[in-house]
């Protein structure tokens, strides 16, 4: 934990196009295969969506991505590193947020944030100086003495997004970053993000909302049932359709909502 | 609706159980223990017969009394409002506080607790009745007790359900149940002491402190069968009757009332950190010196291990078995380093969920060390004093103060041992914290194995790693206490590095480990 990159986003491993490129990667819980040989690929630079209905195995895709869950077969590279051979290199440079708010409840945020700073190695008067200016961006100024465990889900989401985000990692992860986040929060998040991928670092996120991606995103990935469906630059992956209609087509619309509740509704006589 | 809800109970529990070996073997246990206490209960209240008829009184108006504290304290206890009786829950449904009321008092019912309590009080009858209408009105009484306890508890747990689903609230209780469980050794004290005198005035005592509350009268009314009885059983029920329109008014209440969990104050900012060296390490001990504070699991462990060794000092040197010399001002301050240095078990168990955080940092096996170190650091940090205090006390307790030396420096090394032993059983043998706080179990469903393995394992490891030190220092040969705390910190040293090697290699499983729903 010697090197923190502590300037711009000037990248330090040198190397691969690809700021994520996985091998095969497979997992199985018990019975089921959450995740059956994915080869995911994110250019480097790029808004990268990861979508795809619930049990995709976005989750699991992204937590053995980032060092948190061990694959059963395949590979990793992030930034042409392999994660699981040389963590050292990988992990001084990526910055996660994973689905629930998981936190240390009992910090404040502005406490969270200095811990993940010096965890980290960095400076204590850099960590204090960036953790300042990333609450008053994230408008968590406020509330920054208030425990994590009194906050609310769009705060939740902003502090682990400002945690995530402190070391200048060179990608970031973020499992879900918009569920359950009020418009202002969801707002405020993506002024972050867009900022930090127009200077060159990556991002890779899972979402649900599908006009969201098809807003921010350059690059989408589409999981269904363990495998990647499709996956290139938005416009080649939606066609002429909107994403949300690409899709179902992918994945297979489950239409059953013609028969039976007949007599749901007011009108019908 | 009462057939509804107790069919909505008895489903409830059958599905809790499906599919969870775990918890079909607890439920299971639970039902043994509740036959045990029913049938042993029910023996010990009829055995109240042999004894001399005032005596027998006496004693059964204090048990009453003191099965409706424990109805009362128990169900705060576990936290537990179970799905039937949260009123929450039941809120958006179109049914008036009295339907529910009726509703939630059947649920109640139903369950082996009451009916086991049902059963002891039925004891009391055979145990206290005299005549043949000390029977029948003890067969309404016992009948009238029960919904006594069973009210007076809804009534409480109802009042508090809004403080309970309050973080605060919660807090609190958790600290509160410490000071529930040390007060149930305050009669044992005093009678260890000799306070009280003669048991049988003691009884007498207080059993006319409870004469006139609803309990004692119903089991005076078993004793007396008369019209005097009569008249109790009638007082009791309409104290009942009452009660239950506190509780409807209660839970009216409970309902519409918001939730109070937003209003949340700030903590202040700690000028200590900016003692701490920079870096992972002063990372962590500004971490764990927080959790401490805030966390009432914390708390909760801090303080019962200080009260439960204050309360060895008092009790070993009191009574025949009392404890003679040395021994006498270093086990207090032992057993306080053994409670806190336990508490370290399962290190990774109060990050929970968030070890993440730590998890996608850590790149060797140096920085889990170092972490480990930052939690050993900041653990006797705050032990040490407190170790100080109860050697001090101990050593002037026992009447020989030079033996404060020997007293902190064996417990100091002790939870040195203690700590590096612990490190090694967070590893291996990691479990979840269940997130609602209950007296009763440490553990998420399905991990209770692995958390008795862990706490018994670092007990017995701590233990016969402690012998060569705390043995000799206990038979009077204190000069050995010098080399206590050199030996501990080489096991602490030691623990670290074997813990981090282990736990490295196994970080995601850890993280599984710590991460579980519960």
Known sequence: ?269 | MAWLFVRLKLRLIAGNLRGDVMRQVGFVFTLIAAALAACGGFALMSLLRLAPPDVALDAGMVLFTLLTLIWVIGPLLVFGVDETLDPARLALFPLTARQMATGMFAASVTGPWPLASLLVLLGAVVGLSRSLTGVLVGLVAAVLQLAFCLVASRVVTTALSGVLRTRRGRDLLAVGVVFVILLTQVPNLLLNQGVGGDPRVFLSGLASIVRWGPPAMAAHAIADGALAGLAEIAVVGVVVLALGDVWIAVLRRAMVRADSSTQVGSVRRSRFDGLLPAGPLGAVVAKELKYVRREPRGRMGWMAAVGFAGILMFSLSGGPNGLEGAALAVAPACIGALMIGLQASNAFGIDGRALWMNAIVYSSQRDLRTDFAGRHLAVSLVAVPLLAVLSIAAALFAGYPPWVLPALLTSAGLLQIALGVGAVTSVVLPYTYPERINAFTSAAPGQGGVAFAGSFGAMLGTSLLAVPVVLPVFLGLTWVALLAVPYGLAVAFAGRRLAAMIGYARLPDLLTAVSRPS
């Open chain 1, 1 to 269: 934990m010697t090197s923190f990159a502590a300037g711009g986003g000037s990248p330090v491993i040198a190397g691969s196009a690809e700021a994520v490129r996985t091998h095969k990667l497979y997992k199985r819980f018990g019975q089921q295969v959450a995740v059956a040989g994915v080869d995911l690929v994110v250019p480097r630079g790029s808004f990268a969506g990861l979508v795809g209905p619930n049990g995709a195995g976005k989750t699991t895709t992204l937590s053995m991505i980032t060092g948190l869950l061990l694959p059963d077969a395949g590979s990793v590279e992030v930034n042409g590193v392999d994660v699981w051979r040389d963590p050292v290199a990988v992990k001084a440079h990526v910055g996660v947020l994973p689905e629930g708010l998981r936190l240390f409840e009992r910090l404040s945020g502005r406490e969270l944030l200095t811990y993940n700073g010096q965890l980290r190695g960095i400076p204590k008067d850099e960590v204090a100086q960036r953790a300042e200016e990333l609450l008053k961006v994230m408008d968590l100024t406020g509330s920054a003495d208030k425990l994590v465990v009194d906050y609310s889900t769009g705060m939740r989401k902003k502090i682990g997004l400002a945690a995530a985000l402190l070391h200048n990692p060179e990608v970031l992860f973020l499992d879900e970053p918009f569920e359950g986040v009020d418009p202002i929060s969801a707002n405020t998040l993506v002024e972050v993000l867009q900022r930090y991928t127009s200077s060159g670092s990556t991002v890779v996120f899972s979402s649900h909302v599908m006009e969201l991606v098809e807003r921010l995103c350059d690059w989408v990935s589409v999981m269904n049932l363990g495998h990647i469906v499709a996956q290139g630059p938005l416009s080649e992956v939606r066609g002429d359709h909107t994403l949300n209609e690409a899709l179902l087509d992918l994945v297979g619309a489950r239409g059953n909502g013609e028969e039976g509740l007949s007599w749901l509704g007011s009108a019908r006589a």
